[in-house]
């Protein structure tokens, strides 16, 4: 089935294009929740339209997200967790602590978007990368101090 993708929707194409999926997924999946919409000749007319309106908004959402990035880029972000000796911690610092540690901040990032390249069990100073939307991609330091 040929849809018109309202928004970016990874694994499909970006916002504006005409793109080929399963009919189940579409009617199912990506019509109800507003994503895209249905490739009929009058969409498509509408879409040539619309095309420089939907161009400005995808501009103006990178640039917020952008802005974003560098702004997350130079945040270092505390997390306090108890440890044991030699600075080992109970557990590990997961991406939820890291999220729950940027919006005290002021930063809102979805847990799922924060990656992790070796589990954090000591103590220290981390870079952690955030991978937010439009492909765009920030490093920031998390630093994990004990908990008292």
């Known amino acids: ?4 993708l309202k928004v970016d929707v ?9 793109a080929d999926v ?3 997924y579409a009617r199912n999946y990506l019509i109800p929740k507003g994503l895209v919409l249905a490739a009929t000749s009058r969409n498509v007319k509408t879409l040539e339209k619309q ?16 802005a974003l990035g560098q702004r997350l880029a130079q945040t270092r972000v505390v997390v306090a967790k108890q440890a ?20 005290q901040e002021g930063i809102e990032v979805d847990k799922k978007k924060i990656v992790i390249e070796e589990p954090i069990k000591t103590l220290g100073s981390y ?3 955030a991978k937010l939307p439009l492909k ?9 101090i004990e908990a008292e």
């Open 51 to 66: 095309k420089a309106e939907i161009m400005k908004k995808v501009d103006k959402e990178k640039k917020r997200v952008e």
């Open 22 to 24: 399963s009919p189940g």
């Open 10 to 18: 990874e694994g499909i194409g970006s916002a504006g294009t005409v």
């Open 127 to 129: 870079q952690v990368k």
């Open 136 to 144: 765009v991609e920030s490093q920031f330091q998390v630093d994990v």
């Open 84 to 103: 044991g000796e030699k600075g080992k911690l109970f557990g590990s610092v997961t991406t939820k602590d890291i999220a729950e540690a940027l919006a």
């Open 1 to 4: 089935m040929k849809v018109i």
